[in-house]
């Protein structure tokens, strides 16, 4: 009986370790659960303050973008300080009015043998001419919408070959534009022609 005894004391002995090792191992379990999600939670927290700071640093280098953009345009709008100067177009103007003014507006910017006429190519001239072809059924208005366009954002990287259509369309045979101005010639231009 005593042998009976021993083999029930160490069975229910080891029912309670086992039972202690399950409900241990179901402590550990459900911490490492909690744990985990802890863990998820605070990741998603620092990935959220992560984009907060990326778009607060966005906005800073947007603004900064802008006040450069500003003093750029600064820059080069100053060279027309002091310049008024009419074109004589308005709404009623032709297609041919109008490109005889572009035209002459490239006269600032390119290199050629001779050039008759010049008009300055300010913001407040671009901005006129665009606001009129903009308005227009010219025949060629799609081309001269596109330069138009790129003359407001600055980019004169086509200017040789915008000067070279109108003096095709006015079928020149002197003064085929063949290559830019450098930015010194440019202003010395502008001091001889109008000021």
Known sequence: MKKTQKVLLISIISAVALFGVGVASFKIMENSNEYEKAQLVMEAREAKEQIKREREDEKIEAKREAKAKAAELEAKTAIYDGIEFETGLDEGSTETEVMD????????KVRSQDKWGAIPMSPKIIEEVYK???SSDFQHRDRLLSIAVRWRDF??????????FFWQDKEGTVGKAHGTLSRAEEVE???VNFK
């Open 155 to 164: 980019d004169f990287s086509t200017i040789v070959e915008d000067h070279n």
């Open 101 to 108: 003014v572009m035209h002459k507006m490239t006269h600032q």
């Open 132 to 134: 009129i072809v903009d």
């Open 189 to 191: 231009f502008i001091e």
